[in-house]
């Protein structure tokens, strides 16, 4: 297998192997470069390239911008390097990993529908499931192009097992191949843990946890590892749903029932039908109501479709000023 070095500014670097992305070789290397989707959208692992030649997985991914390309900007997370590199980027310690991903072959154990277009898909490793409530793993299967990011829904584990719960997206490439034809017993890759949305442990605030469609996967795990340890924290669970149908049922909103802290769960539906009695609007309407400038006192975490998101993030930073570091968020682009 070719390697090549990739030096960055001349301060630090790694090796990237032949078929590992920029990002996920910097990462197993523990060098904190900047990062957030590892999909092609975010744009925050933008670098420069200085000197050497690349191949770009995605040449029009839309984290960048034809300005960007100009420069002879790349996305970390969509480049894999073909020969010695230099580059420009700003690491940080804040992106270390806090465990440095691995890439690891699965087999689906199970698959059980959650709603009419949700799966909870269940794979076994071999090796133990590390990683941190709220992180997620790049999934893919062979003979199909480029992987997807994944929440785990589940708690980390010794025996192996990882949950996602995945949203059928109507035309979309990946979920088509996972619903109509991955089978139990069918062999995924598993490339992870990647995100930094991850359940803060040390963190005395109570927690409020915000999801929107396929969101719920990693504030269920961050949820049930808050609620696993008996804390004053209390836990705030709020999901919002397009419609009643879209609602999972008992099964997988239930499990705050065994909490050993205080919690509330809420579910808001955005476009109810007349046999819907609960709580109705977009889930951060109904957030801002139950809360208001007591905002600033939680530990936020949420998770979902970009538009749900940006709406999130203007009540919370424009309108009640949530100090950024109290927010831990994943767009699903
Ligand atoms: C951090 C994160 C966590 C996520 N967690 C979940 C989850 O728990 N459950 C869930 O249902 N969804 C989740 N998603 C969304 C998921 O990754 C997919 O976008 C979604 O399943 C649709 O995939 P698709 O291939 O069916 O759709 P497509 O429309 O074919 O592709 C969707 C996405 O794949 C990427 N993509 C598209 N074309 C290419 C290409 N040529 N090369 C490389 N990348 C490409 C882009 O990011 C695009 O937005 C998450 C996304 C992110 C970023």
């Known amino acids: 297998?070719?390697?090549?070095?990739?030096?960055?500014?001349?301060?630090?670097?790694?090796?990237?192997?032949?078929?590992?992305?920029?990002?996920?070789?910097?990462?197993?290397?523990?060098?904190?470069?900047?990062?957030?989707?590892?999909?092609?959208?975010?744009?925050?692992?933008?670098?420069?390239?200085?000197?050497?030649?690349?191949?770009?997985?995605?040449?029009?991914?839309?984290?960048?911008?034809?300005?960007?390309?100009?420069?002879?900007?790349?996305?970390?997370?969509?480049?894999?390097?073909?020969?010695?590199?230099?580059?420009?980027?700003?690491?940080?310690?804040?992106?270390?990993?806090?465990?440095?991903?691995?890439?690891?072959?699965?087999?689906?154990?199970?698959?059980?529908?959650?709603?009419?277009?949700?799966?909870?898909?269940?794979?076994?490793?071999?090796?133990?499931?590390?990683?941190?409530?709220?992180?997620?793993?790049?999934?893919?299967?062979?003979?199909?192009?480029?992987?997807?990011?994944?929440?785990?829904?589940?708690?980390?584990?010794?025996?192996?097992?990882?949950?996602?719960?995945?949203?059928?997206?109507?035309?979309?490439?990946?979920?088509?191949?996972?619903?109509?034809?991955?089978?139990?017993?069918?062999?995924?890759?598993?490339d992870g843990p990647y995100g930094m949305a991850w359940l803060r442990e040390d963190s005395q605030r109570d927690i409020l946890c915000i999801s929107g469609g396929s969101g719920l996967a990693p504030m269920l795990s961050i949820a049930r590892g808050a609620s696993g340890k008996k804390m004053d924290r209390r836990i705030n669970f709020y999901f919002g749903a397009r419609t009643a149908v879209d609602i999972p049922g008992p099964r997988d909103l239930d499990f705050l029932m065994g909490s050993q802290s205080p919690c509330t769960s809420k579910i808001v539906v955005s476009n109810p039908d007349d046999s819907w009695a609960g709580e109705t609007g977009f889930v951060h309407e109904c957030v801002e109501r139950d809360f208001g400038s007591r905002l600033e006192d939680l530990e936020i975490y949420l998770a979902g479709p970009p538009a749900m998101v940006d709406a999130v993030q203007e009540m919370l930073f424009i309108r009640y000023r949530v100090p950024v570091q109290q927010v831990h968020l994943d767009r699903f682009f």
């Open 1 to 190: 297998m070719m390697s090549y070095k990739v030096d960055i500014d001349g301060v630090s670097s790694f090796t990237a192997d032949e078929g590992d992305t920029l990002l996920s070789a910097a990462l197993r290397s523990r060098i904190g470069f900047p990062y957030d989707c590892s999909s092609g959208g975010c744009g925050n692992c933008r670098f420069e390239l200085v000197s050497g030649e690349v191949s770009e997985l995605w040449p029009e991914a839309p984290g960048l911008s034809a300005r960007d390309r100009s420069k002879r900007k790349h996305l970390a997370c969509q480049c894999l390097a073909k020969s010695d590199l230099k580059i420009k980027v700003r690491t940080g310690d804040e992106y270390l990993p806090a465990i440095p991903p691995g890439r690891i072959t699965g087999q689906v154990s199970a698959i059980r529908d959650v709603t009419h277009d949700m799966r909870e898909i269940t794979i076994k490793t071999q090796s133990p499931a590390c990683f941190k409530p709220g992180q997620y793993a790049l999934v893919s299967s062979a003979g199909v192009a480029r992987p997807r990011a994944y929440s785990m829904s589940n708690l980390p584990n010794d025996e192996g097992i990882w949950q996602f719960i995945i949203r059928k997206v109507p035309g979309g490439a990946f979920t088509a191949h996972l619903f109509d034809a991955v089978k139990p017993g069918d062999p995924l890759i598993l």
